[in-house]
């Protein structure tokens, strides 16, 4: 994953395009383990935006 920012829905394809990769008939295993590796970084990503959303919703609903 770049080191720029990406959206949440930037992330989200990447996590959707790293899962369709790994299902692919023909990779090899040092492509799904990069794919892998790929995934993790972006659901990582998703899940931060998430959790600083979370928290900001709660801040404001009090």
Known sequence: MPDS???FEEAL???EKSA???IKPDITL???MK????GIGYYNKCS???NDARQK???YSR
């Not at 794919?35 to 790929?38: A, H, S």
């Open 5 to 7: 920012k990406p959206t």
């Open 13 to 15: 394809a990447g996590l």
């Open 20 to 22: 369709a990769d790994l």
């Open 30 to 32: 040092d492509e799904a």
């Open 35 to 38: 794919n892998f590796e790929k």
């Open 48 to 50: 931060e935006i998430l």
């Open 57 to 59: 919703i709660s801040m």
